[in-house]
């Protein structure tokens, strides 16, 4: 008798980077009901190319449900020794079920088995899934010149002034010279 399938995070296949925009435009949708971020559920998704270089990359993660049907994705990348988290999305029927939290404990565990320093993201400072949700996983402010240069770029996109920080999860200490 085959066991039954269960929900599951794996990395994602190459034919798969065409399904991740509609997954990140399905969990845009909350931000609906954040007064001045309602703009951003209409918002143009990260492309598939971007997807497809990321999953090349082995970087990327799916949620599989028990259908086998993609409900969530982190997209990633490395920049020397850290494990930058582009994006996390997960439809809104499965948010509110850990998901988010078991991908970015997913690059976490990746960034550690790769030895990197840390794993960094910029992300909104007052939304409750956003930098909050990231400090109850363990990540702090944080800044360097490539990620002030990320969040003038967003800032440069449309996002308010000082709506965004820079975070970083430290997996790793600095080798003792």
């Keep these: 008798m085959a066991a039954e399938p269960c929900a599951h995070i794996r990395l994602a296949r190459a034919q798969e980077a065409g399904l991740l925009?509609?997954?990140e435009?399905?969990?845009?949708?909350?931000?609906?009901?954040?007064?001045?971020?309602?703009?951003l559920a209409d918002a143009a998704s990260i492309s598939v190319e971007c997807?497809?270089?990321w999953?090349?990359?082995?970087?990327?993660?799916?949620?599989?449900?028990?259908?086998g049907?993609?409900?969530?994705?982190l997209s990633a990348e490395r920049f020397g020794d850290d494990l930058h988290i582009h994006e996390v999305s997960v439809?809104?029927?499965q948010q509110g079920q850990s998901w988010g939290r078991r991908l970015v404990e997913t690059a976490i565990h990746h960034a550690r088995t790769q030895q990197l320093r840390a794993v960094t993201l910029t992300t909104f400072k007052h939304?409750?899934?956003?930098?909050?949700?990231?400090?109850?996983?363990?990540?702090?402010?944080?800044?360097?010149?490539?990620?002030?240069?990320?969040?003038?770029?967003?800032?440069a996109q449309g996002f308010a002034a000082g709506s965004r920080c820079a975070?970083?999860?430290?997996?790793?200490?600095?080798?003792?010279s």
């Design 21 to 23: 925009p509609a997954i």
């Design 25 to 39: 435009h399905c969990a845009a949708q909350a931000f609906r009901s954040i007064e001045g971020l309602g703009w």
């Design 51 to 53: 997807h497809l270089q």
């Design 55 to 67: 999953i090349a990359l082995s970087s990327c993660w799916v949620v599989v449900d028990t259908h």
């Design 69 to 73: 049907q993609l409900q969530g994705f």
């Design 91 to 93: 439809a809104q029927p």
């Design 127 to 155: 939304v409750p899934w956003n930098a909050p949700f990231y400090r109850r996983l363990g990540f702090e402010p944080h800044t360097d010149q490539r990620l002030e240069n990320t969040l003038a770029a967003e800032y």
């Design 167 to 176: 975070m970083a999860y430290k997996v790793v200490g600095p080798n003792p």
